[in-house]
């Protein structure tokens, strides 16, 4: 099964809300990163927060890693239409140099 | 700067065939990566070459192989095509510093097998 695992799969949301998604998984990992993709393109890369880090922000975005839960949410704040697309976390395992991806969350964000 | 570069953007084949894709990395890269994303899942990890050195691979049947050239670019070759190849197929490149690098994708070749 997937390493990491994403919640909700589906999240729709008012514009000018908060959005947050989680994800789990199962295995040590050397790093974390968050990407977004929009109706079935490339990926693009949002955010990166290592193990030994407990939170990180990027403009609207912030996320947390807790390695005793082995989890991670991203929060989007004051969303926008722009928003909307998939969004994946992938983690980065220890010492195997491979990327495991969840199965997204979509986010709707409604005008 | 370029970002990563993927070609052809669609393909069509039929059961049976072999196909071809090709990737090149961001400018300096030295690393690539493999996936394929089904239709409503996340990407899974196929290969991931650093030097034209295979340094991962992901639980997918031999009939999936990859090489990456000199000039760091890639390419993926799929024999005996079956339906459930049909996919998108994203390379990502990395700046190796260590494991689980930050990636940046292509925009993908959307494979569909008939």
């Known amino acids: 099964s997937q390493q990491g695992e994403e919640d909700p799969q589906a999240l729709s949301i008012q514009e000018g809300e908060n959005a947050t998604m989680n994800c789990s998984y199962k295995t040590s990992i050397n790093n974390l990163q968050w990407y977004r993709q929009n109706s079935g393109r490339g990926l693009v890369h949002l955010i990166l927060i290592r193990s030994n880090e407990r939170e990180k922000h990027s403009g609207r975005l912030r996320v947390t890693l807790d390695t005793s839960k082995k989890s991670s949410s991203l929060l989007i704040t004051a969303s926008r239409a722009a928003d909307t697309a998939s969004y994946f976390c992938?983690?980065?395992?220890?010492?195997?140099?491979?990327?495991?991806f969840g199965s997204g969350t979509k986010l709707n964000v409604k005008p | 700067d370029a970002g990563v570069t993927q070609s052809p953007t669609h393909l069509i084949k039929t059961r049976g065939q072999h196909v071809t894709l090709r990737c090149s990395p961001i400018?300096?890269?030295?690393?690539v990566s493999w996936y394929q994303q089904v239709l409503g899942q996340g990407p899974q990890f196929i290969f991931q070459y650093y030097e034209k050195e295979e340094r991962g691979r992901g639980n997918f049947p031999d009939r999936f192989s990859a090489r990456q050239f000199p000039n760091y670019s890639s390419e993926l070759n799929v024999n005996a095509l079956l339906l459930g190849d049909s996919a998108l197929y994203l390379c990502?490149?990395?700046?190796?510093?260590?494991?689980?690098?930050?990636?940046?994708f292509g925009p993908g070749t959307r494979l569909t097998v008939l």
């Open positions: 990502a490149s990395s700046s190796p510093s260590g494991i689980g690098d930050e990636q940046f």
């Open positions: 400018s300096g890269h030295k690393s």
């Open positions: 992938a983690t980065a395992l220890t010492p195997f140099n491979k990327f495991y």
